[in-house]
Antibody, heavy 125, light 110 residues
Framework: QLQLQESGPGLVKPSETLSLTCTVSGGSISGSNHYWGWIRQPPGKGLEWIANIYYSGSTAYNPSLKSRATISVDTSKNQFSLNLRSVTAADTAIFYC?????????????????WGQGTLVTVSS | QSALTQPRSVSGSPGQSVTISCTGTSSDVGSYDFVSWYQQHPVKAPKLMIFDVNKRPSGVPDRFSGSKSGNTASLTISGLQAEDEADYYCCSYAGSYTLVFGGGTKLTVL
C-alpha cells in the first residue's frame, strides 16, 4: 500500500526558505507512471495546488507561486521535495504531498491519491 | 489561474440528497473531463471521492456521484449520513500541466 510522509521544519522565519521532503513508501517513484505533487492549506482555508514533478524531472507550477517555488525529486531516496523562498506569514499552512495520476492521452495530471497526512509550517520570527 | 467557485456551505437532513456545484471556465472545467472531488474531515488529509468527473474509486459508496455540464461540475450525495459531514473540494486540470482547486464547501448534516 503506497504511503507518503511529509517532513521538515515546523517553524520558518520570514524571508527565509521553507524546505519540505515527501518520502514515498510501498512503491517506487521512478517505477511509477505518475506525477508527484505538493498542495497547501492555510489554517481554516481551502486547498491550493503548488507544483507537480515527474520522476524524470519534468515539472509544473502554480503560476502564482512559480517565482518562489522549486520542486525536485531524488529517485535514489524515493523522495521528492519542495523549496519555497522568501516566505511571509501568508505562507503559513499545512503542506500535503500526494501522488498525481495521469490521463491516458496527453499524460496530464488529473487527480491526487493518496495524500500524506500533512505537516504544519508556521512562518514567524 | 483563478480558483474554481463553490458555495461556501450546503446542508441537508439524513436521508436527503445534496448537490455541490463547482464553476470554472472554458480553460479548465469546460475544456477537460478531468474534474475530481475530495472529502476532508477536520484535521484529516483530503480523500479522493470522484475522479474523471463521474468515476468512483474503490471503496467510495455509490451514494456519491459526479457530473458536468459546460463550465460547471457537480457532486451529488444521496441518502445523506452523519459521517458525510465534511468539507468538499473540487479540482480540475487547467491546462499546461497545472491543477486548480475550488474554494471548498462545508456540508452540514442537520
Amino acid at each position: 500500500q503506497l504511503q507518503l510522509q511529509e517532513s521538515g521544519p515546523g517553524l520558518v522565519k520570514p524571508s527565509e526558505t521553507l524546505s519540505l521532503t515527501c518520502t514515498v513508501s510501498g512503491g517506487s517513484i521512478s517505477g511509477s507512471n505518475h506525477y508527484w505533487g505538493w498542495i497547501r492549506q492555510p489554517p481554516g482555508k481551502g486547498l491550493e495546488w503548488i507544483a507537480n514533478i515527474y520522476y524524470s524531472g519534468s515539472t509544473a507550477y502554480n503560476p502564482s507561486l512559480k517565482s518562489r517555488a522549486t520542486i525536485s525529486v531524488d529517485t535514489s531516496k524515493n523522495q521528492f521535495s519542495l523549496n519555497l523562498r522568501s516566505v511571509t506569514a501568508a505562507d503559513t499552512a499545512i503542506f500535503y504531498c500526494a501522488r498525481v495520476d495521469l490521463s491516458g492521452v496527453g499524460q496530464y495530471p488529473i487527480w491526487l491519491d493518496p495524500w500524506g497526512q500533512g505537516t504544519l509550517v508556521t512562518v514567524s520570527s | 489561474q483563478s480558483a474554481l467557485t463553490q458555495p461556501r456551505s450546503v446542508s441537508g437532513s439524513p436521508g436527503q440528497s445534496v448537490t455541490i456545484s463547482c464553476t470554472g471556465t472554458s480553460s479548465d472545467v469546460g475544456s477537460y473531463d478531468f474534474v475530481s472531488w475530495y472529502q476532508q474531515h477536520p484535521v484529516k488529509a483530503p480523500k479522493l471521492m470522484i475522479f474523471d468527473v463521474n468515476k468512483r474509486p474503490s471503496g467510495v459508496p455509490d451514494r456519491f456521484s459526479g457530473s458536468k455540464s459546460g463550465n460547471t461540475a457537480s457532486l451529488t450525495i444521496s441518502g445523506l449520513q452523519a459521517e458525510d459531514e465534511a468539507d468538499y473540494y473540487c479540482c480540475s486540470y487547467a491546462g499546461s500541466y497545472t491543477l486548480v482547486f475550488g474554494g471548498g464547501t462545508k456540508l452540514t448534516v442537520l
